[in-house]
Protein backbone atom coordinates (compact mmCIF):
# COMPACT_ATOMS: atom_id res chain seq x y z
CA UNK A 1 0.00 0.00 0.00
CA UNK A 2 2.01 3.30 -1.16
CA UNK A 3 -0.78 5.56 0.75
CA UNK A 4 -0.64 7.98 3.47
CA UNK A 5 0.49 6.05 6.89
CA UNK A 6 0.00 7.57 10.40
CA UNK A 7 1.15 5.56 13.47
CA UNK A 8 -0.09 5.05 15.66
CA UNK A 9 -3.91 4.39 14.93
CA UNK A 10 -4.76 4.65 18.42
CA UNK A 11 -3.13 6.65 21.68
CA UNK A 12 -4.77 6.49 25.17
CA UNK A 13 -2.87 9.43 27.68
CA UNK A 14 -3.35 10.66 30.60
CA UNK A 15 -3.75 14.08 31.66
CA UNK A 16 -0.09 16.01 31.19
CA UNK A 17 1.18 13.66 29.60
CA UNK A 18 2.86 14.23 25.91
CA UNK A 19 2.25 12.54 23.02
CA UNK A 20 3.84 12.33 19.16
CA UNK A 21 2.18 11.12 16.13
CA UNK A 22 3.89 10.46 12.74
CA UNK A 23 3.16 10.40 9.09
CA UNK A 24 4.39 8.69 6.12
CA UNK A 25 3.41 10.44 3.53
CA UNK A 26 2.55 9.41 -0.23
CA UNK A 27 6.57 9.32 -1.53
CA UNK A 28 6.04 11.91 -4.51
CA UNK A 29 4.19 14.31 -2.49
CA UNK A 30 5.98 17.16 -1.45
CA UNK A 31 3.05 18.78 0.30
CA UNK A 32 2.03 17.24 4.06
CA UNK A 33 -1.41 18.84 6.06
CA UNK A 34 -2.07 18.25 9.71
CA UNK A 35 -6.09 18.30 10.47
CA UNK A 36 -8.13 17.59 13.56
CA UNK A 37 -11.48 16.17 13.65
CA UNK A 38 -13.94 15.96 16.72
CA UNK A 39 -16.93 14.02 16.87
CA UNK A 40 -19.46 15.41 14.51
CA UNK A 41 -17.35 17.60 13.09
CA UNK A 42 -15.46 18.31 9.67
CA UNK A 43 -11.52 17.87 9.70
CA UNK A 44 -10.52 21.51 10.70
CA UNK A 45 -6.30 22.53 9.49
CA UNK A 46 -3.59 22.62 12.15
CA UNK A 47 -0.71 23.29 9.79
CA UNK A 48 0.97 22.81 6.44
CA UNK A 49 4.50 21.90 5.08
CA UNK A 50 5.76 22.35 1.59
CA UNK A 51 8.94 19.76 1.82
CA UNK A 52 10.32 20.41 5.11
CA UNK A 53 9.17 24.12 5.89
CA UNK A 54 6.11 24.96 8.04
CA UNK A 55 4.05 27.43 5.79
CA UNK A 56 1.16 27.51 7.73
CA UNK A 57 -0.22 27.31 11.19
CA UNK A 58 -3.47 28.00 12.82
CA UNK A 59 -4.18 29.40 15.54
CA UNK A 60 -5.66 26.25 16.36
CA UNK A 61 -2.22 25.26 16.82
CA UNK A 62 -1.09 26.34 20.85
CA UNK A 63 2.38 26.41 21.85
CA UNK A 64 1.47 22.72 23.79
CA UNK A 65 1.59 21.27 19.80
CA UNK A 66 4.90 21.42 17.24
CA UNK A 67 4.84 19.68 14.46
CA UNK A 68 8.10 18.95 12.05
CA UNK A 69 9.34 17.46 8.95
CA UNK A 70 12.99 17.62 9.02
CA UNK A 71 13.82 16.01 5.80
CA UNK A 72 10.82 16.57 3.86
CA UNK A 73 9.76 13.00 3.81
CA UNK A 74 7.58 12.00 7.04
CA UNK A 75 6.64 14.42 9.64
CA UNK A 76 5.33 14.21 13.33
CA UNK A 77 3.46 16.22 15.46
CA UNK A 78 3.85 16.95 19.55
CA UNK A 79 1.42 17.61 22.06
CA UNK A 80 2.67 18.14 25.27
CA UNK A 81 0.98 18.61 28.55
CA UNK A 82 -1.92 16.67 26.81
CA UNK A 83 -5.09 17.87 28.17
CA UNK A 84 -9.24 16.40 28.01
CA UNK A 85 -9.59 18.82 25.09
CA UNK A 86 -6.98 17.98 22.93
CA UNK A 87 -9.10 14.43 22.46
CA UNK A 88 -9.59 13.97 18.83
CA UNK A 89 -8.88 12.51 15.83
CA UNK A 90 -5.39 13.64 14.16
CA UNK A 91 -5.49 13.03 10.30
CA UNK A 92 -2.23 13.46 7.93
CA UNK A 93 -2.89 14.06 4.45
CA UNK A 94 0.04 14.63 1.37
CA UNK A 95 -0.71 16.16 -2.06
CA UNK A 96 1.05 16.96 -5.20
CA UNK A 97 2.79 20.47 -5.80
CA UNK A 98 -0.14 22.36 -6.98
CA UNK A 99 -2.76 24.03 -5.26
CA UNK A 100 -5.73 22.49 -6.87
CA UNK A 101 -4.48 18.77 -6.24
CA UNK A 102 -6.71 16.73 -4.20
CA UNK A 103 -5.39 15.66 -0.77
CA UNK A 104 -4.65 11.97 0.40
CA UNK A 105 -5.48 11.57 3.88
CA UNK A 106 -3.96 8.87 6.40
CA UNK A 107 -6.58 6.74 8.36
CA UNK A 108 -5.87 9.30 11.52
CA UNK A 109 -4.17 9.24 14.52
CA UNK A 110 -7.13 8.80 17.76
CA UNK A 111 -6.30 10.34 20.56
CA UNK A 112 -7.92 9.66 23.62
CA UNK A 113 -6.71 11.86 26.54
CA UNK A 114 -8.00 10.39 30.45
CA UNK B 1 -11.57 33.46 5.06
CA UNK B 2 -12.83 30.28 3.38
CA UNK B 3 -15.99 28.36 4.84
CA UNK B 4 -18.37 25.83 3.75
CA UNK B 5 -21.97 25.20 4.84
CA UNK B 6 -23.86 21.99 4.53
CA UNK B 7 -27.12 22.74 6.26
CA UNK B 8 -28.91 18.86 6.43
CA UNK B 9 -27.30 17.02 9.43
CA UNK B 10 -28.23 13.41 7.69
CA UNK B 11 -30.14 12.62 4.21
CA UNK B 12 -32.00 9.35 4.54
CA UNK B 13 -32.72 8.28 0.06
CA UNK B 14 -34.31 5.13 -0.84
CA UNK B 15 -32.20 2.67 -2.82
CA UNK B 16 -32.34 3.31 -6.51
CA UNK B 17 -33.54 6.85 -5.91
CA UNK B 18 -31.59 10.13 -6.96
CA UNK B 19 -29.08 10.94 -3.93
CA UNK B 20 -28.25 15.19 -3.57
CA UNK B 21 -26.04 16.72 -1.02
CA UNK B 22 -26.17 20.23 -0.62
CA UNK B 23 -23.06 22.55 -0.41
CA UNK B 24 -22.55 26.06 0.07
CA UNK B 25 -19.35 28.15 0.42
CA UNK B 26 -17.65 31.32 0.68
CA UNK B 27 -14.71 32.30 -0.59
CA UNK B 28 -12.76 35.71 -1.27
CA UNK B 29 -11.03 34.55 -4.79
CA UNK B 30 -11.79 31.98 -7.12
CA UNK B 31 -13.17 28.56 -5.42
CA UNK B 32 -11.09 25.45 -5.79
CA UNK B 33 -14.43 23.42 -4.55
CA UNK B 34 -14.02 18.92 -3.30
CA UNK B 35 -15.64 16.68 -2.11
CA UNK B 36 -14.75 13.65 0.12
CA UNK B 37 -16.36 10.72 1.46
CA UNK B 38 -15.54 8.43 5.10
CA UNK B 39 -16.60 5.28 5.51
CA UNK B 40 -16.65 4.03 9.55
CA UNK B 41 -12.94 3.54 10.51
CA UNK B 42 -11.37 4.52 7.31
CA UNK B 43 -9.91 7.41 5.97
CA UNK B 44 -11.20 10.43 4.16
CA UNK B 45 -11.09 9.58 0.15
CA UNK B 46 -11.42 12.08 -2.73
CA UNK B 47 -14.71 11.84 -4.88
CA UNK B 48 -14.11 14.91 -7.05
CA UNK B 49 -13.30 18.24 -7.57
CA UNK B 50 -13.98 21.71 -9.21
CA UNK B 51 -10.90 23.74 -10.02
CA UNK B 52 -12.41 25.79 -13.70
CA UNK B 53 -14.28 24.57 -16.94
CA UNK B 54 -17.76 22.58 -17.12
CA UNK B 55 -19.93 23.84 -14.67
CA UNK B 56 -20.33 19.82 -13.94
CA UNK B 57 -18.22 17.69 -12.62
CA UNK B 58 -17.59 13.96 -12.88
CA UNK B 59 -16.16 11.85 -9.84
CA UNK B 60 -15.80 8.27 -8.39
CA UNK B 61 -18.77 5.76 -7.81
CA UNK B 62 -20.75 7.56 -10.37
CA UNK B 63 -21.07 11.17 -8.07
CA UNK B 64 -21.04 14.36 -9.77
CA UNK B 65 -21.57 17.91 -8.88
CA UNK B 66 -22.47 20.59 -10.36
CA UNK B 67 -20.83 24.63 -9.64
CA UNK B 68 -22.98 27.15 -9.42
CA UNK B 69 -21.07 30.38 -9.10
CA UNK B 70 -24.08 32.84 -8.41
CA UNK B 71 -25.60 30.48 -5.72
CA UNK B 72 -22.45 29.61 -4.34
CA UNK B 73 -23.38 25.96 -4.20
CA UNK B 74 -21.64 22.90 -5.06
CA UNK B 75 -24.10 20.06 -4.75
CA UNK B 76 -23.30 16.51 -4.59
CA UNK B 77 -25.50 14.26 -6.58
CA UNK B 78 -25.88 10.58 -7.95
CA UNK B 79 -28.81 9.13 -10.20
CA UNK B 80 -29.18 6.15 -8.60
CA UNK B 81 -28.28 5.49 -4.73
CA UNK B 82 -26.60 1.96 -3.52
CA UNK B 83 -26.71 0.69 -0.03
CA UNK B 84 -23.02 0.97 -0.13
CA UNK B 85 -22.94 5.12 -0.27
CA UNK B 86 -24.82 5.13 3.16
CA UNK B 87 -21.49 7.10 5.21
CA UNK B 88 -20.23 10.25 6.03
CA UNK B 89 -19.55 12.79 3.46
CA UNK B 90 -17.72 16.68 3.24
CA UNK B 91 -17.84 19.14 1.04
CA UNK B 92 -14.51 21.46 1.26
CA UNK B 93 -13.17 24.85 -0.42
CA UNK B 94 -10.18 26.17 -0.82
CA UNK B 95 -9.45 29.58 -1.48
CA UNK B 96 -7.34 29.66 -4.86
CA UNK B 97 -4.73 32.23 -3.25
CA UNK B 98 -3.60 29.66 -0.33
CA UNK B 99 -3.10 26.15 0.78
CA UNK B 100 -5.80 25.69 3.51
CA UNK B 101 -8.46 23.19 2.87
CA UNK B 102 -11.40 24.38 4.92
CA UNK B 103 -14.33 21.57 5.05
CA UNK B 104 -17.71 21.34 6.25
CA UNK B 105 -19.17 19.26 9.36
CA UNK B 106 -20.32 16.80 6.96
CA UNK B 107 -23.82 14.96 5.81
CA UNK B 108 -24.52 11.16 7.33
CA UNK B 109 -25.89 9.80 3.92
CA UNK B 110 -28.28 6.58 4.71
CA UNK B 111 -29.71 4.30 1.71
CA UNK B 112 -32.51 2.88 3.01
CA UNK B 113 -32.72 -0.86 1.10
Known amino acids: DTGVSQDPRHKITKRGQNVTFRCDPISEHNRLYWYRQTLGQGPEFLTYFQNEAQLEKSRLLSDRFSAERPKGSFSTLEIQRTEQGDSAMYLC????????????FGEGSRLTVL | AQSVAQPEDQVNVAEGNPLTVKCTYS??????LFWYVQYPNRGLQFLLK??????LVKGSYGFEAEFNKSQTSFHLKKPSALVSDSALYFCAVRDGGNNRLAFGKGNQVVVIP
Open chain 1, 93 to 104: ASSPGTTAGELF
Open chain 2, 27 to 32: VSGNPY
Open chain 2, 50 to 55: YITGDN
